[in-house]
């Protein structure tokens, strides 16, 4: 009985010592969640908010070229200066682990508002300055 009950312990202590070690084995081959985070994913309401405005400008560049109302090269020149500011946001999230520093993100917000703004006056939807007093009602900016 005495072997019986040492081997029983022996198996059960083998088991547990190569449980832990093949589910990390397996989480590191498989990407699973053993691994460390991905610096690069960028996470939290700053990330979120600038992600999506970063979409509704692309989604306006898109509309005013469908509508004729600027051309090819500016569109493409538009969506240029949005995927350098993305590439800007995802690299400063790289370097603080997946956020943005609120320094950066009014910085990026700003440069974002300098491509809606310049989409804006291309289409002449923009904020019209002067009241055709002196000869003219024109785009502000």
């Known amino acids: 009985m005495r072997i019986s009950t040492s081997l029983k312990t ?14 990390y084995a397996a989480g590191r081959h498989r990407g699973g969640a053993l691994d460390t985070p991905d610096p690069t994913v960028m996470t939290g309401p700053r990330v979120t908010s600038l992600v999506e405005q970063m ?7 898109t509309d005013a070229r ?9 569109a493409q020149h538009l969506h240029m200066r949005t995927a350098h500011i993305s ?12 956020r943005i520093p609120s320094a950066q993100y009014h910085e990026l917000l700003r440069r974002l508002d300098s ?10 939807s923009s904020f019209m300055m002067g009241d055709g007093s002196d000869g003219g009602n024109y785009p502000n900016g």
């Open 10 to 23: 022996a198996t059960l202590a083998a088991v547990l010592i190569a449980a832990p070690l093949a589910a």
């Open 55 to 61: 979409q509704g400008v692309n989604q306006g560049i």
């Open 66 to 74: 469908e509508t004729n109302s600027i051309s090819a090269s500016e």
């Open 87 to 98: 590439q800007a946001a995802q690299h400063v999230a790289a370097s603080d682990h997946g």
């Open 115 to 124: 491509v809606d703004q310049r989409l804006m006056n291309d289409t002449g």
